[in-house]
């Protein structure tokens, strides 16, 4: 069945996330999909645990986002946005700005996450040089955290995991602190954010803004951390004249629970980034909100402009995609949606913590992990899961799901099902070699 798709092509030619082209992992040839599920080339059907990398919240096929695109394909695909503007744009802004929390009145449309967040950087930086403060340059953040693969993204990822070391002095040097240590639900530790103070008291004149992942350090680890964290730097910020950047690119439109993940803790930041959920996953578009000071403070910088514009910015079609998924979101039915499988996972997930490879387990919103006391072999896992009729993607020491929205209770439990069984499987730590596939550095394959 394997000669359906031209997978020696595939493997000589082809990169895939994070892989060698002399060393090929497996794939799976995908056909089609519908609802939550994939169906490969040979026709088997795979629950989806992953909504393609936290993206198609609403399933596959959506009618509504199809029909949407599917109109405006016929009527603009794509114009360029330098001198030109169209509906698309200007709906979805309304609605971005409607949704988002008051004080976010500027958007910039981009291409992806990792560019959301150069914009979110770039925009920090010009802000500070118009308010005369050229030598607020760097920026803070937590280490476990990660922000997307193009140099100042990487340049505030984790730097143990990230790729600072591969790509040495290319990745520019930013100000860590620990990662926050007291969990989601735990009381503030009192001295969780003496670190970050200790540096924003002695550095706060070279720091343009801090960089964090709301409540969920998502690809550096999986980890839910508390509220009052958050609050608690909001108000540093402020203290310290900081921008804050909050990247909810894996949190944003529901995932956590909430419709952004900052609403946990009853914040606003300067700078939001948005992405992957944004066109309910059906098109690659992102987007880096401001509110007016830092727009006013760019106009300020000598430049007098904010210097970024790509080719694909505001492009029609993503623009239509996303405005459906919106619709679909302002509706509002993610939210029981979420709750039930917040609960299905408690439920079925807890007792896995019983299972000898499995060091904790946890859920928050529609996320259920499962930390392992090991690094797993992603590419043997991946076997596994396929074997059991489920797409799952563990990376480093975690087996996790984030699937879509509209999963069927049956269909949750074949995920929690085959978490626990292959999680079972695994012999403990020191037994195994781990693969390619699990080498330390992130990658949220
Ligand atoms: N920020 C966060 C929090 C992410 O989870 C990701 C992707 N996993 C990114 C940024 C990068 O997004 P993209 O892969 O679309 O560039």
Not at 127 to 152: C, M, N, S
Request: proline content about 5%; glycine content about 8%; overall charge negative.
């Amino acid at each position: 069945m394997r000669n359906l798709l031209d997978f020696d092509f595939d493997s000589a030619h082809i990169w895939h996330p994070y892989t060698s082209m002399t060393h090929s992992l497996p794939v799976f040839g995908v056909h089609s999909a519908k609802g939550c599920e994939l169906e490969l080339v040979d026709g088997r059907k795979l629950v989806d645990g992953t909504s393609s990398w936290w993206a198609c919240v609403h399933g596959y096929g959506h009618p509504e986002i199809i029909s949407a695109m599917e109109k405006q394909l016929h009527q603009l695909s794509h114009v360029m946005f330098g001198g030109i503007t169209h509906a698309p744009a200007i709906t979805l802004c309304k609605k971005l700005i409607a949704m988002t929390c008051e004080p976010l009145t500027k958007v910039f449309l981009c291409d992806s996450g990792s560019i959301a967040v150069e914009v979110a950087i770039k925009m920090a930086l010009q802000y500070w040089q118009g308010q005369e403060k050229p030598q607020k340059q760097r920026i803070l953040t937590v280490k476990k955290g990660y922000h997307g693969d193009t140099f100042a993204a990487m340049s505030v990822c984790d730097p143990e995991g990230g790729m600072h070391t591969m790509f040495g002095e290319a990745v520019t040097k930013q100000c860590f602190a620990d990662a926050p240590k007291t969990l989601f639900g735990e009381a503030l530790h009192p001295d969780d954010l003496a670190q970050m103070r200790g540096i924003l008291s002695t550095q706060h004149n070279e720091i343009a803004a801090v960089i964090i992942e709301p409540i969920m350090q998502g690809a550096g680890g999986m980890r839910f951390y508390s509220p009052e964290y958050l609050l608690g730097l909001r108000k540093l910020c402020d203290e310290f004249n900081v921008l804050l950047i909050l990247d909810e690119i894996a949190t944003g439109f529901g995932r956590t629970g909430k419709l952004f993940a900052y609403e946990h803790a009853d914040i606003t930041p300067d700078i939001l980034c948005l992405g992957k959920a944004l066109t309910g996953g059906y098109i690659s578009l992102a987007a880096t909100l401001c509110t007016d000071k830092v727009a006013q403070g760019i106009s300020q910088s000598p430049a007098g402009v904010f210097m970024h514009g790509p080719t694909f910015m505001g492009n029609p079609l993503a623009c239509s995609a996303a405005c459906a998924s919106l619709d679909i979101i302002n509706r509002n039915k993610w939210r029981s949606q979420v709750a039930a499988i917040e609960q299905q996972m408690r439920l079925e997930l807890r007792d896995a913590i019983a299972i000898p490879s499995v060091k904790d387990v946890r859920v928050l919103g529609a996320v259920g992990v499962l930390e392992m006391v090991a690094p797993v072999d992603t590419a043997l896992l991946q076997q596994q899961f396929v074997d059991l009729g489920v797409w799952v993607r563990p990376f480093a020491n975690l087996i996790y799901i984030m699937p879509p929205y509209i999963i069927t209770p049956m269909q949750l439990s074949q995920l929690t099902a085959a978490m626990k069984q292959v999680a079972a499987r695994i012999p403990l730590a020191g037994d195994i070699a781990p693969t390619q596939a699990t080498t330390s550095f992130i990658s949220h394959g």
